[in-house]
């Protein structure tokens, strides 16, 4: 022991101890934490890799507010200014939603079927509150919200008109800017608010507060664009895509991919001012011919005498002094194409789509690479239609449907909301392909008719009642048609034995 610590011990025998224990826990507790060290990942130490990399610990909803205001912002500004944004917008609209989600009742009676889409039908027709679009239509527009700016709110309304409409349902989009994102914490007489979405004592919503205008219009309009009011969750559809467990608001689809199509812009006009200095081949007179010019400091004019303060394409300047004539050599620099396809390679995996699609560059596929990148592409679109379009709009729209139209009288008391939604149909790489896949996995009985008929965008019904009718106009014009199974048999088409004891084994 050091002499101190023998010099302590002769006072304090537990003083010794103590020192002797701290020690040993000192060392026990260092070698323990570097054999941890050794079994930690890479990624999560702090060394020279990873200095610098700030991650914190916050809640999905901690993360949301730090910065979903200026996600929506430049997402949106993105689209208005960026071809590529602009494209992928569009593109990613277009596929979710197409001509629209349809939907159609199937109770296990048929005849309250029939009544419930008639009803629908005449919804459809009316369903804006504005009187500006059909229910396809706001499908569109709301879905195009959500992956600008991150989500979409649609207040449930009662149709001002009731006499005039079967059903008296209106749906009224907003953006996601109306919900008060001030709103957050503890609200007297109320429950707990987490950026303007009241949640009650169970975690459930309860409330939105909502502003009474778009606050981005308060320029134009009083202060009260500012103020919002208490919507009970029942009046309120939110449509966005929740990322994390627990997140209540909504980021924009663009979001990975906003620095890199920011970066590409800068990138590519960069280029194109270099392109225009290349392009500025000019010739450069030197010659003495005059000589009141000598002596004077030099500059360099045109042929009319002015002075030139910036080339151009095709400019002959005379500089004073000298007789000689030299052209410009404007530096040249391969690579660009190549950096930007892998530019945009990364950006179409940023906004969950193929290069293709961004692009409309066909010229390095076939149509194996094609087929695979479309279904990749048309697994996520699935994937919002059916996890977030259909719960979170389509059904709840058809509940409220059918509430307002038992209230309304015009269903009865008890009707279920039974209802079965077709997405839009993905237009097939080689629909002969595609077509003979799907015959055979119908008569392989992997896959109903029904739901091949379902993924082309129709209704099995109304499909098989327009068969039914072609074939008995078919029958009562005297045609035969090969496109008709019941009038002539398909080559391929196995033969089936018929049943002992009928007319074919006789």
Request: glycine share 8%.
């Amino acid at each position: 022991m050091p002499l101190f610590d023998r010099i302590a011990g002769l006072f304090s025998s537990k003083a010794a101890a103590r020192a002797e224990l701290a020690k040993l826990t000192a060392t026990v507790t260092r070698d323990v934490r570097a054999d941890l060290e050794r079994r930690w990942y890479d990624a999560s130490r702090t060394n020279r890799d990873t200095w610098g990399w700030m991650a914190g610990s916050t809640s999905a909803n901690a993360e949301v507010y730090g910065g979903f205001v200026n996600l929506r912002n430049r997402s949106r500004d993105l689209v208005r200014n960026n071809v590529y944004a602009s494209k992928a917008l569009r593109v990613l609209a277009d596929n979710a939603i197409g001509a629209g989600i349809t939907a159609v009742a199937r109770t296990k009676n048929k005849k309250l079927n029939d009544r419930i889409n008639a009803l629908w039908t005449e919804f459809v027709d009316e369903a804006d509150y504005g009187g500006q679009f059909d229910l396809y239509g706001l499908q569109r527009l709301a879905v195009r919200s959500l992956l600008e700016g991150g989500e979409t709110v649609i207040r449930l309304r009662t149709s001002r008109a009731p006499g005039r409409r079967a059903v008296p349902l209106e749906l009224q989009l907003l953006e996601g800017d109306y919900i008060d994102h001030r709103k957050s914490g503890d609200i007297a007489g109320h429950g707990t608010a987490h950026l303007g979405v009241e949640l009650d004592g169970e975690g459930k919503r309860a409330a939105y507060w909502l502003f009474r205008s778009h606050p981005g219009e308060m320029i134009y309009t009083e202060p009260q664009s500012y103020v919002s009011d208490r919507v009970p969750a029942a009046d309120v559809l939110h449509l966005y895509e929740a990322l994390r467990i627990g997140q209540v608001r909504g980021v924009p689809w663009l979001t990975p991919g906003i620095m890199a199509a920011r970066n590409i812009e800068t990138y590519s006009e960069a280029e194109r001012v270099r392109k225009r200095i290349e392009a500025c081949v000019a010739a450069i007179v030197i010659g003495a011919d005059d000589e009141s010019q000598e002596g004077i400091a030099p500059h360099v004019v045109d042929y009319a005498g002015n002075r030139v303060e910036q080339f151009e394409p095709g400019l002959i300047a005379i500089a004073r002094g000298s007789k000689d004539i030299k052209f410009t050599q404007p530096a040249t620099n391969g690579g660009y194409h190549e950096a930007m396809r892998t530019d945009l390679q990364a950006l179409a995996a940023g906004w969950a789509m193929t290069y293709e699609l961004l692009t409309g560059d066909l010229s390095r596929v076939n149509y194996s690479s094609i087929k695979a990148g479309l279904n990749e592409f048309r697994r996520s679109m699935e994937t919002l239609q059916w996890l977030v379009i259909v719960p979170m709009m389509m059904r709840p729209v058809w509940r409220a449907f059918i509430d307002r139209a038992v209230l309304a009288g015009k269903l009865p008391e008890g009707t279920a909301y039974t209802a079965e939604f077709t997405t839009p149909k993905f237009e097939a790489v080689d629909p002969v392909k595609e077509t003979d896949g799907d015959v055979a996995a119908v008569r392989s009985f992997l896959m109903p008719p029904q739901e091949a008929i379902r993924r082309r965008g129709y209704d099995p019904d109304v499909v098989l009642a327009d068969h039914k009718a072609w074939h008995e106009a078919l029958n009562a014009a005297g045609l035969v048609s090969d496109a008709d199974p019941a009038q002539v048999g398909k080559v391929s088409a196995p033969k089936v034995a018929p049943p002992p004891g009928t007319a074919g084994n006789e």
